[in-house]
């Protein structure tokens, strides 16, 4: 049997898929973000959250900070696609794109190095 | 379901838009911390009010500004139109605050934590006022640092997902260093305004904005 790896021996990563997502609510895809991201995890959605959802994600992240124990996080997407239907009718029609891989970590633990329309650098590090 | 709930806050939207030509517009400040929003409120308001008073403190500090203020009732008069609004300074927007940053200016360290705590609430109450009471948005940003940043790219990705009118201002020209084109490189689809706000420099043109936007 395999040996199970400790939390210490290094940082986990969770990629979460698109599908398990559509299936969540906004406040329960953001529990289940900062959740992860307070134990020191590493979260990355395939496809992203809505305007709104990034908007709660910020508040719901300011109540949760505490000195010494929690900073906030780092996130990074890549710029919305110049092709995604943001416009008016497209957003009435429920076109609007949300699909932007998104990368969210701790604060205190992932530093954004180099960030361009196709690629995102970051330094990760152990707590 | 999504379809209908979408369709639902469209009409609303556009239904309170429609019946209220003559509704006071509530204009947010926003934009990320040490941006020059609370120097931009209170020179307008000195600007255009009797009595001048400050919407708040300007500071080098970061997160001065904790709790968003209202200041009601400003008529701006461009080419003999008035125009009246509201204006909300709000607290810079972040992902993150470390107390530990306010420790270099001169704060021991329960004054730092005070202030990482209430400046935490005070990004919460602006995210708040943004998808509640806002009308419409100048975002305000600093024209001598980078914009391409994940906050400004948020922020403007939530006001447009609002549909709330946005008026960009490039602050800081009289820095060194200062590019007003970066700015535009970083959001095309916008208007973007040079301004001083501390030196008054273009406030002219802001103000025609101003009643042009949210008029």
Redesign the interface.
């Known amino acids: 049997m395999a040996e199970v790896k400790q939390p210490g021996d290094g940082v986990r990563i969770d990629l979460i898929s698109g599908e398990r997502m559509a299936g969540l609510t906004g406040m329960e895809k953001i529990r289940m973000i900062l959740d992860g991201v307070r134990e020191g995890n590493i979260v990355i959605l395939e496809e992203g959250l809505?305007?709104?959802e990034?908007?709660?994600l910020?508040?719901v992240?300011?109540?949760e900070?505490s000195?010494d124990e929690f900073?906030?996080?780092?996130?990074?997407?890549y710029?919305?696609s110049e092709a995604a239907d943001?416009s008016?009718l497209g957003?009435?029609?429920?076109k609007?794109s949300t699909k932007k891989l998104t990368v969210i970590g701790p604060?205190?633990q992932i530093e954004?190095l180099h960030?361009d329309e196709t690629l995102i650098q970051t330094l990760v590090s152990r707590k | 379901m999504g379809l209908l709930t979408n369709l639902k806050s469209s009409i609303s939207r556009a239904a309170s838009t429609l019946f209220s030509a003559d509704k006071q517009q509530r204009i947010g400040i926003y934009g990320p911390p040490n941006a020059g929003k609370t120097t931009l409120a209170n020179r307008v308001v000195r600007d255009w009010t009797e009595h001048g008073d400050a919407v708040g403190p300007e500071s080098h500090v970061p997160h001065e500004t904790r709790r968003a203020r209202r200041k009601e009732n400003i008529e701006i008069e461009r080419n003999d139109k008035m125009v009246t609004i509201d204006i909300v300074d709000t607290p810079g927007v972040t992902t993150k605050v470390d107390y530990t940053e306010f420790l270099e200016h001169d704060m021991d360290e329960d004054d730092a934590v005070r202030r990482s705590r209430e400046a935490t609430e005070g990004v919460a109450e602006a995210m708040h006022w943004l998808r509640e009471d806002v009308d419409g948005v100048i975002y305000v940003l600093d024209a001598a640092t980078d914009p391409f940043t994940q906050v400004n790219t948020m922020l403007i990705g939530i006001i447009e997902s609002q549909d709330l009118p946005v008026l960009i201002l490039a602050n800081k020209i009289d820095l060194e260093g200062a590019s007003v084109q970066r700015i535009r490189n970083a959001f095309p689809q916008h208007e973007t305004v040079p301004v001083s706000a501390l030196e008054g420099d273009n406030m002219d043109e802001v103000y025609d904005k101003i009643a042009e936007y949210f008029g």
């Open positions: 809505s305007p709104d990034e908007s709660k910020i508040e992240t300011m109540t900070i000195p900073n906030g996080i780092e996130i990074e997407t710029p919305r943001t008016f957003r009435l029609m429920g609007e604060a205190n954004t960030k």
